[in-house]
């Protein structure tokens, strides 16, 4: 067993005088251990309140799959929420029987589907009635949403999931008398977890597809330009994953992925709140700790290669236009990045940034525009993006000439003093308010950690961009933001068929400017 | 070899490039104690009281020290609301609202407001909702004076320049134009007029008429009639010393001088004495439902017995009925549950909604209407009364787990009218709940006859047609 190692790091310096002390007396406390296994647990004790907010961040997401199985860091999200070999069913040894045959009656459908048109429909129909036969033969055995109910009745806050490219966390907040019960439930689950109800719960997860995409034009839109501004690498797909692949998904494969991917080593816990250091690292030790550690998971080896020219895209749907820009731009570790992040305050951080001075104030086109740097990811190389809502009569067109200017300024003429200031001011504040939850500060610790493999990343990124220059920016500006190297995608408003003049309001003349 | 051993053989394969979890189990399980006979004592604390005060102006001060971080956080209620606002100006309230922010003060243009705000990293807000108008001011410490200086100036003095309402109205409009562009913000919108009827101040919507009717004399006219101090009160939470914030509070808001306020009167709400089945006919893949009738206010003796009712029924997450079944055994939604979503100066509403595929819309919309039956024919089980306590009793620590929360309710019970120690009682008032008197809240405050069902999706595709369910009337959306 490793010493846990204290940290003193001094957080805030000169820019927030007078206020450096108390803040950087919460971020001394951020202690850090790594379990025998591999796996690393930080921890921050704050007695304000009896409560602890516990975030279990797993290295994997959908950037981890591969066409064929998208979607399937998301669907085991959902699975881990089934329960174990112990929570969740009356008798797991006769519940797996039925599993084991649902999987191979799953396999056959699977293959005889496969078949299209040759298929035999007498035999597939045969198949599914068995298999639907088996599935409430299997339910019989499950205790329905155990684990959520024992977290329930013990007094859980935020008991939640959720996957991005990057990363996969499990979050629940616990009265702080219930870090036993935490213990026990999530170690379980770590080296356990059942897929049972596993088919009903791809259903789910299509139809959250529905919700959030299908029936979103937003979500459509969003999809649409990854994919068509990653030929190659897998943030272009979608986390929930493209519909037929989820659809085809089955439970051995998503194990498989689980077995793979969700190793100790690959594993981050965050805790703050109302404990003692001292007494949970050996509870830990005792039992997340003896998780066996399996060998590392495979390397992402798909590289985005350059792009050769623009690439535009379409979306049609009932839905008023939007657009959203994007630029290819290195990962987290290349130097350019923190100037990335200087640009994305200069461009739509508050009312006094460029894009909402020009676009909403000054040439009225928009009702709002955004930048963002780090989509839709940052371990890998990603994008810049910008992205605005136009107000008719005024184009998408329109707003996309107008963001250009703003981008051909920061190549031609350095950002002023002031507004170097300004990122730096806002991004200390930032980082003051991040320690205000437990929540929050449980989240950021863990995602840097898991992402950057350094929670201090966010300290030593602060540093760098207090050193990014007005020279950098135009810099960087004049390397990334060429048409060359940019995707644009557009919202096209699309009336139904058959509806003489639409649901769409009439434009109307402009209001008196 | 036959094709099914085959066929086993492959699906084998696909698990031993892995150890599978039968042949290594790991040996964290077995050594865990069991967390189903895991019992802790409820959890005890004694959260920091705020301080009240009034001052000399009426204004209501409530102040929570708080050390941790050198951060100070400012809270303010005012009474007013778009319930106050003419039928033909819908839509002032809100633009009051964030004008206020926006559009400069007697001292700072709305462009130095916006320079000021952003070069100090504060956050400056200003809000007007139904039936509460609120600001909020988060500041540095170091930058507390300039920020409550400016704080003050906005809430006191705003001047509302034209041009900052003309560039809010343009955007509310374009956001009238945008509000069909998804089916959940349709059906949520639809559901609320037929429950508490287009013309109530609580259902009535903006149109473009009404936003391009709006001037800026309305505003200013609006701003002097409700921010007075009699009529406001503040939070205070953070890294400051008592005595000497109030001073500073007392002298940024000296010379705002008292005023009675007339309230207009607000026609109180018609309950619909029969229900109704509504489509909303959009060409997509998934339909979303909505299905209710008022609820009851925050005020009704009854609400603790309808909070777990409701927790129960399907506003308890993962173990609600509703979403066990509908989602967890069925496979059917992603998002399901309902809502008895307590009224303050008027009824509120019970809502159950979910969203489903085209196909299975039908079944969806039974499933739920057949739980809102059941609940009210049949005691819950016990089992079901005891979690839903424990959850309420255990959870309840997390109301105070912030200074500016613990502020910021015990403001709002004032100001709803609420009894100061409604949450010093709430834990007794949860613990005396009965399965009697669930299912008595339930006969009470569920009412089959009288909900209305609404669905917006691809009529024709449905399992089964809406008309299933009762007079099908279409709503045609006007943009």
Known sequence: ?513 | MNRLSVLFLVFLWSLSLVPSPSAAPAPAATELPDPRTMTFPAPAFQPPKPERQVLSNGMILYLLEDHELPLIRMEVIVKTGSIYEPADKISLAGLTGAIMRTGGTKRHSGDEVDEIIDQMAADLSVGIGADAGGAWLDVLKKDFDAGLALFADILMNPVFEEEKLQIAKNNAIEMIRRRNDRPSSIASREFNKQIYGADNPYGREATEETVRSIVRDDLVAFHRKYFVPNNIMIGVTGDFDKKEIIAKIEKAFAGWKKKKIDFPEVPSVVERKDGGVYAIARPITQTQIRIGHLGIKQNNPDFFAVSILDDILGGGGLTSRLFSDVRTQRGLAYSVGSVFRPGNFERGVFIAYGETRVDTTHQAISTILDHIRKIRREPVTDEELKRAKESFLNSFIFSFSSPAQIVSRKMSLEYYGLPSDFLERYRDNVAKVTKEDILRVAKKYLHPDRLVILAVGDDGKFDQPLSSLGKVTQIQLTP
Not at chain 1, 48 to 70: D, L
Not at chain 1, 267 to 281: H, L, P, R
Not at chain 1, 310 to 325: K, L, M, S, T
Request: proline share 6%; hydrophobic share 35%.
């Open chain 1, 1 to 513: 067993m490793k010493k846990p190692v204290f940290l003193f790091v001094i957080l805030f310096v000169c820019s927030l005088s007078g206020t450096a002390a108390s803040a950087q007396s919460l971020a001394d406390r951020v202690v850090e251990h790594t379990l025998s296994n591999g796996l690393t647990v930080l921890m921050v004790e704050r007695h304000q309140a009896p409560i602890i907010s516990f975030r279990i961040t797993y290295k994997v997401g959908s950037v981890n799959e591969h066409s064929g199985i998208t979607g399937v860091a998301h669907l085991y999200e959902h699975m881990a929420f089934k329960g174990t070999q112990r929570l969740g069913t009356s008798d797991y040894q006769k519940e797996k029987e039925v599993l084991e045959e649902l999987e191979g009656l799953n396999w056959e459908i699977v293959q005889e589907e496969a078949k299209g048109s040759e298929a035999d429909s007498e035999r597939l129909k045969g198949l599914r009635e068995k298999f639907e036969a088996l599935e409430k033969e299997a339910k019989q055995w499950v205790v329905t949403n155990e684990l959520a109910e024992l977290y329930n009745r013990n007094g859980s806050v935020g008991f939640n999931a959720s996957t991005s490219r990057d990363v996969t966390s499990y979050v629940v907040s616990l009265p702080s008398n219930r870090l036993p019960l935490w213990v026990a439930i999530e170690a379980d689950r770590m080296a356990n977890t059942v897929l049972r109800e596993f088919y009903k719960e791809r259903d789910v997860v299509l139809e959250e597809r529905r919700r959030s995409v299908d029936t979103n034009p937003g979500g459509k839109l969003y999809e649409t330009f990854l994919a068509t501004a990653f030929l190659a690498h897998p943030y272009g797909y979608p986390t929930i994953g493209w519909p037929s692949d989820v659809g085809s998904l089955s439970a051995a494969e998503t194990e498989r992925f689980f077995r793979t991917y969700y190793t100790p080593s690959n594993t981050v816990i965050a805790m703050v709140g109302d404990f003692k250091v001292a007494e949970v690292i050996p509870l830990l030790e005792k039992t997340f700790g003896s998780i066996p550690s399996g060998p590392p998971p495979p390397p992402v080896v798909t590289v985005e290669p350059p792009q050769l020219g623009e690439r535009r895209v379409e979306v049609e749907d009932e839905a008023n236009p939007q657009v959203v820009i994007g630029y290819h731009k290195p990962n987290f570790e290349h130097p350019d990045d923190p100037v990335f992040d200087v640009i994305d305050s200069l461009l739509s951080l508050g009312r006094t940034s460029r894009l909402y001075k020009k676009l909403v104030v000054e040439k009225k086109i928009a009702v709002g525009a955004s930048s963002s740097s780090g989509t839709p990811g940052a371990r890998y190389a990603n994008l810049f993006t910008l992205s605005a809502t136009p107000r008719a009569p005024h184009t998408a067109a329109e707003v996309e000439e107008a963001i250009y200017e703003e981008l051909e300024r920061l190549k031609n003429e350095p950002p002023t003093e002031k507004e170097l200031e300004k990122v730096i001011t806002n991004l200390n504040a930032d980082l003051v308010r991040s320690l205000r939850s437990n929540s929050g500060l449980a989240s950021q610790l863990a995602y840097f950690e898991a992402v950057a493999g350094d929670w201090r990343y966010v300290l030593r990124n602060r540093d760098k961009i207090m050193k990014v220059t007005g020279e950098d920016v135009m810099r960087v500006a004049r390397t990334y933001f060429t048409k060359k190297n940019r995707t644009v995608a557009t919202l096209v408003q699309v009336l139904p068929a058959g509806e003489p003049g639409g649901k769409a309001l009439p434009i109307l003349k402009e209001g008196g400017q």
